[in-house]
Every structure is written in structure tokens, then in C-alpha cells.
């Protein structure tokens, strides 16, 4: 499990609908990579949003704080 806390909120898309990250707040995520692009994306999880990024983010808006390995 890894957490990253929101450096950048600014931003928001107008036609963006759903959940929003909030500046300083540290978030469980997943880092993964955008099938069609290839780009990076930071994936909040518990976060709901719609198409066409759900709730994926770029990774400039989010600094890691730290990795768990859960068993």
C-alpha cells in the first residue's frame, strides 16, 4: 500500500465530476500506467470519478510518503 500526500489541488478541470484531492492531505494510492497514453497516473483509492481519468491523477500533483507491505 502506498500513500502520497496532495502537493497541487489547483486546477480542476470544469468538466471534471466526482471526487477531488485536497491540498495536504495524505491519500492510500496506486501508481500506475495509462493504458492509451502510457503516462503515469497516481489512482486514489476510495476516491469515485467519471470518464474519462475515474480517479486517476498526474503523479506531479502528489509526493510519496511512504510504502506499506501488508500481509
Not at 476510495?46 to 510518503?65: E, T
Request: charged content about 15%; some cysteine; proline content about 8%.
Amino acid at each position: 500500500m502506498d500513500y502520497a500526500r496532495c502537493t497541487d489541488a489547483s486546477g480542476r478541470p470544469p468538466q471534471h465530476e466526482g471526487d477531488w484531492p485536497t491540498e495536504g492531505s495524505v491519500y492510500p494510492v496506486r501508481l500506475v500506467q495509462d493504458a492509451k497514453t502510457g503516462a503515469q497516473m497516481i489512482y486514489i483509492l476510495g476516491f469515485s470519478a467519471s470518464a474519462p481519468h475515474f480517479n486517476g491523477f498526474a503523479p506531479h500533483r502528489f509526493r510519496m510518503v511512504c510504502s506499506m507491505w501488508l500481509n
